[in-house]
């Protein structure tokens, strides 16, 4: 149990002497100097350059060793699969990233996941501690208990894994584990305030309030995609109308591009919703935009201000220091933060918006992955810092 708590606080604090450690966990700085004599044994933990106290005398630095071993994050979304390898401080040495489309089998998105994390494993030479597994569902004990997208209810994750791979799997929704990404490794490292939204096919938040991941009775908190913002919208697939996902999702951005196109639809916008037909991919909106096609960043503007205004209700509901946007349609977040940041100026009000940064995630469409990785190390280490 101490040994996990150096590990944490090396991995929240960076940086620290042997008497620093000691202080800030309460420990003998004897029990210390054993526990890191064990880890450093292990080649989890590495003395660094020393520090000179003003007036004392130096003290050598720890750190978690970044090539004490690796980690595997994989994200599975909706049409789209990513698997990540990280060091020790989520810095991604090996990554590959799938866009499933057109018409798919059942669990189509998990078996390709299954031989992206094969290939992984066989990607490094250095000891693989753990698979983390970020999916775009509810998530309860390993478990997808619903998702609405990928059309899957009560599917047992961790458990089939753990006995495929040999390894310790930790499975979480993928907007929890890309806030935890980012809180550990991404912009949000000094707020423990925060609200990162999971922007793809799907919308998710992972909310972090005084440093501590809000998860709710039964971990499915954080479902801000299904909050009805005109009631008068299109159908959801969770049944109602108007949800905030219809208008900022992969599909209402699609649908809107039919709309502004007419008649005159580019090879690229497939002409119609049906599951059988091919789906619009990412890097077609995203070469389009760069392409500056007027059409595209005029919708996109339009997206980007219904985005900033649900951005408003969140901070102020939540009062964060900062909201985050990543996700599977990271490439396309420069494209809507000018106008989101706008349009949150405008709606929410003037006490919790004061210093309340809008800001694009640092791993941008490695966000979910990064952060399974993150809770892959968690489940090594146990509870979080």
Same mark, same amino acid.
């Given at each position: 149990?101490?040994s *996990? ?7 929240? #604090? ?8 000691? =202080? ?29 106290p ?6 050598i ?13 994989? !994200? ?6 990513? @698997?990540?390898?990280t ?8 990554s ?75 499975v ?15 912009? *949000? ?73 007419? !008649? ?11 599951? =059988? ?7 077609a909106?995203?070469d ?10 005029? @919708?996109?503007? !339009? ?14 509901? #939540?009062?964060?220091? $900062? ?22 100026q ?32 968690? $489940? ?6």
């Amino acid at each position: 149990m101490n040994s *996990a708590l150096v590990l944490r606080a090396l991995r929240r #604090l960076g940086q620290q002497t042997r008497a620093q450690l000691a =202080k800030a966990l309460g420990l003998n700085r004897s029990t210390v100097t054993h526990i890191v004599r064990d880890l450093a044994g292990s080649g989890m933990v590495r003395e660094t350059t020393r520090a000179r106290p003003a007036g004392g005398r130096p003290g050598i630095l720890l750190e978690l060793n970044p090539d004490g071993g690796r980690l595997v994050g994989v !994200e599975i979304n909706i049409g789209v699969v990513g @698997v990540v390898v990280t060091n020790f401080l989520g810095h991604v040495v090996w990554s590959r990233r799938s866009e499933v489309t057109g018409p798919r089998e059942p669990f189509e998105e998990l078996r390709v996941a299954e031989g992206l994390v094969q290939e992984a494993l066989g990607a490094t030479s250095l000891p693989v501690f753990g698979i983390g597994l970020a999916v775009a569902a509810l998530v309860d004990s390993g478990v997808a208990v619903y998702s609405p997208y990928l059309n899957w209810r009560d599917v047992p994750l961790a458990e089939p894994w753990q006995v495929r791979f040999g390894l310790p799997v930790a499975v979480e929704n993928e907007a929890n584990a890309a806030a935890l990404g980012e809180r550990y490794f991404g912009v *949000a490292w000094e707020h423990a305030n925060f609200v990162f939204l999971s922007l793809g096919a799907g919308l998710a938040a992972g909310i972090f309030v005084n440093g501590v991941l809000l998860r709710g009775r039964h971990g499915f908190a954080g479902q801000v995609g299904h909050t009805v913002r005109d009631p008068n919208g299109v159908e959801c697939r969770c049944g109602r109308r108007g949800c905030w996902v219809t208008q900022v999702g992969l599909n209402g951005i699609t649908r809107r591009l039919r709309a502004a196109y007419g !008649e005159q639809l580019p090879p690229w916008l497939p002409s119609t919703d049906d599951e =059988k037909a091919p789906h619009v991919t990412i890097r077609a909106l995203t070469d389009a935009a760069g392409r500056e096609e007027e059409v595209v960043l005029r @919708v996109l503007a !339009e997206v980007g201000r219904d985005l900033g205004a649900g951005i408003a209700d969140a901070i102020n509901l #939540l009062d964060p220091q $900062s909201v985050v946007v990543g996700g599977a349609l990271s490439p396309l977040v420069p494209y809507l933060l000018p106008e989101a940041e706008m349009a949150m100026q405008d709606s929410h009000l003037a006490g919790p918006r004061q210093n309340v940064s809008l800001l694009a995630s640092v791993h941008a469409d490695h966000a979910c992955a990064v952060g399974a990785a993150a809770a892959a190390f968690d $489940s090594l280490i146990g509870t979080t810092l």
